[in-house]
């Protein structure tokens, strides 16, 4: 094993979000730095953007674009006089399609790493002490070291896995081989109506298959705002998600060419038979061998990097961002945010990071988008609290786009005014939390936004609306 030692004064060990905006940062701020990763795509090629790009949120929304257009096509226009005749869908040219945009977004990160003279190693890396990696070539050379004075470790996560329903990506498959599949299952069934679990079957199901997701819980997504969850509980029902609640499943066998789904309900046991399985429970950070034990990185029970508030590791010089740590959610948004925030750290700047307003967002379709505090948490607290509730059926906008369901709620706190939480379900709800998120992020009161003019007609008026429900005066609805 040769012994290379460029000194760098970043490695970043990963090229998702997190990895690659870390990487950008950092030669920005005038540090040498290198950036190693170990992805391929499925010609074998290096592709960078982890699998936040390949195999996760941004394969998935162009999927799922392609499938609401798809289904648009076959049901919504109609309504406006709008026939189209003799529809058909090719899956694998759809799948094609997503693999090309995937492509040309890789492509741009590798042009922007480039730009910025950061050095880009295609290799699997081993943080062998805290200033220096094993270096593995993906294509089989030998490994060697490179030294670093700061070192990111941004590996980002992947599908956890069920003993008793063992993916062999054939008929059991993961949320990866889910954004790949050539031919329309008749049957899916999906383990997990989480986020990974409604954003597939948002794709599938908008295709043509019948699709039946298993939920362990009762509580149907238990995350955002429980009205919210209620509005989509029965949007995605209405579209003909047979979601199953309190629906363990216990095994899962291949039967010839379907798969066998055993589930546990309160009514007891039952089978299920379809053509394909998606295994969607939830997801596991990448630290397997990313140290060598002599090392001594610091590993929680399940594997993630115990960090201090600044993403520091227990190792001098060595930080761990985005899926690695448990500082916020698994959010791609995250992870550049910390990227961006590590690299200021290792430059000397000042730096901050506000997990407070961290919007989160559930691609389906409808969307759903979040900022702040739920009503049932500030409940649970205590607090003081006054809401307004808007829908955007009573906007002018949705109806012109025929998307007019779910709605915009919005939490101040009773005594000072100041918003605690936004939560929004509709078309378009990722791009409309970020006037809450900037809003929260100047401590905005509710106040502010029923005084903010919003251009009519558009859909951001059902903040100013819910603004103006809070003081029981809404313009469009009986107030
Ligand atoms: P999740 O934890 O959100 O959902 C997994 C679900 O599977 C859970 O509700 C769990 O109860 C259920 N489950 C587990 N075992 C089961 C069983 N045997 N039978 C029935 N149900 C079972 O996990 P996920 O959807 O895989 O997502 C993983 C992470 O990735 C999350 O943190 C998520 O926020 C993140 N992510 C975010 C986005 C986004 O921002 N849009 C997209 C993809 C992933």
Redesign the pocket.
Known sequence: MSKLSPIYDVIVVGAGPAGYSSAIRCAQLGLKTACIDNWRNKQGQRILGGAHLNS??VA?ITLLESAKLYHSLNHDLKKQGIHAENISVDIAALIDHKDKVIDALGHRITELFKHHKIDSIHATAQLSNARQIRISPVDGSEASFVEAKHIVLATG?S?TQ?P??KVDNDTIID?FAALNMTTLPKKLAI???????L?LASIWSRLGCETIL????ETFLSLPDQQISREAYRIYSQQGLDLRLG????SAKKAGKKVVVE?QDQEGLHNLRVDKLIV????KPNTENLAAPEANLLLDENGYVHVDENCRTNLPGVYAIGDLNLLG????HKGIEEGVFVAEQIAGRHASIHYDTLP????TDPEIAWVGQTEQALRAMGEPIKIGVFPFNATARAHTCGKAEGMVKLIAHADNDMLLGVHIIGTHASELIAEAVLAMEFSASSEDFARTIHAHPTRSEAFHEAALAIKKKPLHVPG
């Open positions: 996760g949120c998935s996560s599908p069920l008793y329903a949320s383990i997990g109506a989480g986020v990974i679990g954003e298993l939920e362990a819980q629906a363990r499943v216990t589930y969607a429970s939830g997801r959610p698994m959010l791609a989160s967002v559930i691609y």
